[in-house]
């Protein structure tokens, strides 16, 4: 019997299309189509409406590097709150770290969180069970907006900004997210594939430069992200917390018990902020729009644009480009 | 009508499909089978026995990254040697730097320039008509083994380590480099996906470490390297060309007005050198089985391990993983 191939088909151009060995499971509906297989080369993959999301062999790289990045940046974090992530990946690195108190995982969809214990379960390991874990079902957006609590960190684990995950790309939710940061905590959150897909990035960078003293995007290449290197921000008004010295991050992880990791090193995290140029200059000119006052998010959706504070300088920040046709490069949607 | 799709077929177990908008040259014979074409998203491909060679979109990344970190980790260099890169995209690059004086490209098939020049002229752009560039049709490996000429920097293009290639990739080819090679030169080659293809960088790191005193090799992500980050392989005998400040590697780059560039910069080549822990652990293991004797490059076709120099060390060095039978993830081959 010949296996089953299983496409990517949301770039229009091309298609990658891997080999299912065997299906776990599927769920066709009119509104999605999620299928869990096993492939040779990637382990297990999560295909959601025709985007790779996720395989065991490669989710080490975004996992840890949206957790170690920011974490090992503060001198001693204490209170995380992610945003969606129900795989359980980032949750799993952040309990990584002995200083962390409470991690609250706030996700909108039970059945992410269980769909990865039942197909996946060596992504979440042991983090649900563990005491120092909070797992909220409910709407991120909601909860951020709402919330007393201060965090140290805040990583958005969303998916790609169309649908219900295009709230967790707007200036309104990464505003109410400033809110909830401690003094100097850091907010992280991931910007797709810039190569193919330079308008997120662009759009995140923005708001970022509008809302804090400091924005730096970095990068990681996650190799089931097919098309180049992937982008994530970070956030913050502590500029204290860019820059640690390769010694101190160690001691940080050391100290911590942070142990086994794959990607994440002291070197790797600070070599992940030098973007290449092609994408350097993105920000560059984001950073400069989002500081004069255009703050316009990425969206699919035509977004208004918002009159600048300070007519002047945003006359000189360029628009946004027009929101893109094409699906995003964005990833990371959850089952 | 329905345009064609054009396949990558060398993962076993995954595929990527390009949709040729416009079939620009096809030739398929017994021996190989090479298209070119063009695909909206990545402008001209060659594809080349099932492997997707280059794209005129992301070519850049691997010729600035081929060219400009050994070049600008050089106080001032004159002499470069490029072997293979018949496209011309690496002899684009190092003619940015006024410093070099001749630029010799050794191609081994004539037919590779002829290509460029009338289906990618973008890529060699004017370089083949420099008078700085001395290109010689004739066998890489013979040309390094007989030349007296002695060379700054010596860049190896080629195609991956199966076929005719791979004299390319071997110990003895790499002692020829060295011997061309002036005092404090810089050898450099690429070791294809070591996320999917460990061995390579494994080999060409043990030949390297058997050869020089230090071995550095750097990442960069080409998006059409479709599988994660792209090893390139970085050799010499002077440790002061590793680590140049960014101030340093800047001034260089300007002095010797080179600009326009879409992907290095001062930053990026520093942090290229920082390799992802599962490549890291891949090369410490490399370089100490290369210090202690064990200097097996990697072949598809059985290697015969070579007798240790010291049998003590040796044992403790693990012996090289079993040749590949899937094809390696090295990229690069040429028309």
Redesign the interface.
Known sequence: MTNR?IEETF?????????A?KVLHEDKTEHQHLVIFR????GTVLMLDGVCQLTTS?EF?YHEMMSHVPLTALESPERVLIVGGGDGGVLREVLKHSSVKKATMVEIDRTVIDTAVKYYPEIPGKSFDDPRADIVIADGLKYVAETDEEFDAIIVDSSEPIGPSAVLHTREFFADCKRALSKGGVLVTQNG?P??FPDHLAGTTRVFASLFKRVAPYM??Q?CY????FALNFATNDKSVLHVDEKTLAKRAKKRGVSG?????P??H?????????A?SVVDEAIAAGKAGNDTAYAHAPVEVKPADDKKKAAKAKAPAAAQPKASGSKKAKA
């Open positions: 191939w770039h229009p151009h091309w298609r990658v299309a891997l080999e060995s492939n040779e080369t990637w490669d790289v594939l190569f193919l990681c290449t190799p097919f098309g180049g290197p990791l794959k990607y994440w090193t070197a790797v600070n070599a992940s902020f030098a973007l290449p140029a092609y350097q």
